[in-house]
């Protein structure tokens, strides 16, 4: 039963301050919110599961200034379980900043050298956390989750995965590729390529795959990366590619999605979270009983609610005419 379920979602929340299209005046100002990636796709997923579904914890670690405060409170409002979250003192949350342009897509700035989420694992309440995965039946993290954490504690939160693996945890994994989080390609596409050979689910997206691996957006098809993430160990692998859709493959079986057959046409307003979006809505469907292919429509359909608003997070109010289009 989904309700008897429970998943954890790992990373880091900063600070997001967000200006729109032509909005890039000195004077202009700007909007804060909250977001990350995966806590992004943590909230996503608990709005989905408000009528029915799993429990979703955040894991990841916090100040204790007042935005730090603002975040758990904002957490607990949509539903997330906090009881895993480190409060270090003295510390503070990352920040970045969200610039738009005409067509909706972003570009980021960050401020994240000394976020709290950096030192989740250090020390006892690391310990607790990583101890605690054996007792969820999916953990959800992404390649921005080991980014920000050291060579050390990378270890050690694989060792914790292998470990919940043999408890019977799924694992669902999102490379998410963001330069600037690494020292170099080849240490990102390492840690990358080490949690494919862990992971249950892959939700990877292309031009990640083609960065990750040397190749210009357009040299490496979607067949070619989803095979090459499918033969280091993952079961099941959704690569996503924007508009262009996706390509999912499970079980010798491969469908590729265009997502125009999945969503009518929509005025695109900010791209923010499409990916974190469509894994949470892919996830949900899945661990409902709905095929890959008919998640990844899920997906499309979710992301697409999204990318009409600003931010990373869509006002509640804008989920409820969406989520009834959710089942397959």
Avoid at 30 to 44: E, I, K, P, Q, S
Avoid at 127 to 140: D, M, N, P, S, V
Avoid at 215 to 228: F, H, P, V
Avoid at 312 to 318: D, E, G, K
């Amino acid at each position: 039963m989904m309700d008897e379920m429970k998943i954890a979602a790992i990373g880091e929340c900063m600070i997001e301050l967000s200006a729109g299209p032509n909005d890039g005046r000195a004077d202009a100002g700007m909007t804060l919110r909250y977001g990350g990636d995966t806590l992004n796709t943590a909230v996503y997923l608990a709005r989905l599961s408000r009528n029915g579904g799993p429990a979703v914890d955040y894991l990841t670690a916090l100040g204790d200034d007042p935005y730090s405060e603002d975040m758990a409170a904002f957490w607990q409002r949509e539903g997330l379980g906090t009881n895993l979250v480190a409060r270090l003192p003295g510390r503070l949350p990352g920040l970045y900043t969200i610039r738009t342009d005409q067509a909706g897509e972003r570009s980021f700035h960050y401020w994240r050298g000394a976020s709290a989420a950096r030192g989740m694992l250090a020390g006892a309440h690391g310990e607790r956390l990583l101890a605690a995965l054996t007792g969820y039946q999916l953990i959800y993290l992404s390649g921005i989750t080991l980014s920000i954490l050291t060579a050390d504690h990378r270890a050690r939160l694989l060792d914790a995965l292998d470990r919940a693996r043999a408890a019977g945890a799924r694992i669902a994994f999102d490379c998410n590729y963001r330069p600037r989080g690494w020292p170099d390609s080849q240490t990102a596409r390492e840690a990358m390529d080490d949690m494919y050979r862990r992971c249950h689910i892959a939700l990877p997206g292309l031009a990640d795959e083609c960065a990750l691996n040397g190749k210009r957006y357009g040299e490496m098809d979607a067949a070619t990366a989803a095979r090459r993430i499918a033969d280091m160990g993952a079961g099941e692998v959704c690569l996503k590619d924007g508009g262009n859709g996706c390509l999912v493959a499970w079980d010798g079986k491969a469908e590729s999605l265009a997502a125009e057959t999945a969503i009518k046409a929509v005025d695109v307003v900010d791209t923010t979270a499409a990916g974190d979006s469509f894994n949470a809505a892919y996830l949900h469907a899945r661990l409902g009983g709905a095929g890959p292919a008919d998640a990844a429509r899920a997906g499309h359909r979710l992301a697409a609610r999204v990318i009409q608003h600003p931010g990373a997070i869509i006002p509640l109010s804008a989920m409820p005419g969406a989520m009834p289009e959710l089942e397959p």
